[in-house]
């Protein structure tokens, strides 16, 4: 998001703007420094599967399952206002072939992993897509979870999913107030959101929403709306943030624009070094 500015204040580092794989072996085994735009992977089947030696909690025990993750796209079409998979990831969806994932879910497998949390943007951006990728998680004979749009759901889709192993769906949500909705560009039916929960519990997948408050212009009372939603709802997990704006997003742009500077902005911390997941 910041590759040139960070590589401006630190020109000891090296800094890699995109996706790194085809790029930092060479850039670290020669010390390079400074900024390397390294773009988008196009052909993600030619990247080798990750060695999970390295690794401190992957695979890990989930619940009474023992997981892995991985990915089978990179990229999200859709343009809500404060995300940056568009910026980072691009608009324009990478997949990797079904053999390719169910390749590296095999080799899982014989590693003793009972489940893959898939870490797409979005599991379920195509329909036949999401419908061959389930029937070979069947055949696979392996659980899995995954972050899906839910206006791109239905009862049919949906009973694919289960009957592949799919135990537990996690739904961007944001908000439970139409206007706030509109405004971010997500999903404003709340119907909608309500017959997907209500189907998910009758297969019984498991749900998990994600809701962000402080959007701008957003009052007390739609705050409320959104909590009593979410109670309305009964997820099996339900998290709330504080909205933050990214640089490049539209968010950003908006609240720039609203007087705020590049400074208030970017000094919100979101990770934090401690418990590393980097052996």
């Known amino acids: 998001l910041c590759g040139e500015e960070l590589a401006s204040l630190r020109p000891?580092?090296?800094v890699v703007k995109g996706e790194a794989e085809n790029v930092i072996v060479e850039a670290v085994r020669n010390k390079k420094t400074g900024l390397i735009n390294a773009g988008q992977i196009k052909e993600l089947d030619k990247l080798p599967f990750i060695d999970r030696s390295l690794f401190v909690n992957d695979p890990c025990l989930e619940g009474i399952r023992y997981e892995s993750s991985m990915i089978t796209a990179r990229g999200c079409p859709y343009l809500c206002n404060f995300c940056t998979v568009p910026v980072t990831n691009g608009r324009n969806v990478r997949t990797r072939s079904i053999n390719n994932v169910i390749a590296e879910i095999n080799q899982l497998k014989a590693q003793g992993v009972e489940s893959i949390h898939f870490m797409d943007d979005m599991i379920n951006f195509n329909r036949q897509r999401t419908i061959q990728l389930s029937n070979a998680l069947k055949e696979a004979d392996i659980d899995w979870r995954g972050l899906a749009r839910i206006e791109l759901l239905d009862d049919k889709l949906l009973e694919t999913m289960s009957d592949s192993g799919c135990y537990r769906l996690a739904?961007?949500?944001e908000s439970g107030?139409?206007?706030i909705l509109r405004n971010i560009g997500k999903n404003a039916d709340l119907n909608l959101v309500r017959g997907v929960?209500?189907?998910?519990?009758?297969?019984g997948i498991e749900t998990k929403a994600f809701f962000t408050i402080g959007h701008p212009t957003e009052t007390e009372d739609e705050i409320r709306r959104t909590i009593d939603f979410a109670l309305e709802l009964k997820p099996n997990d339900a998290y709330f943030m504080v909205v933050r704006?990214?640089?490049?997003?539209?968010?950003?742009?908006?609240?720039k624009g609203n007087g705020f500077s590049d400074q208030e902005l970017n000094?919100?911390?979101q990770f934090q070094d401690s418990n590393a997941y980097v052996k």
Request: proline content about 7%.
């Open 267 to 269: 000094k919100y911390q």
């Open 171 to 173: 739904f961007g949500l």
């Open 177 to 179: 107030t139409p206007r």
């Open 245 to 255: 704006a990214f640089p490049k997003t539209k968010l950003y742009a908006q609240m």
């Open 12 to 14: 000891d580092l090296l």
């Open 197 to 203: 929960f209500a189907k998910c519990k009758n297969l």
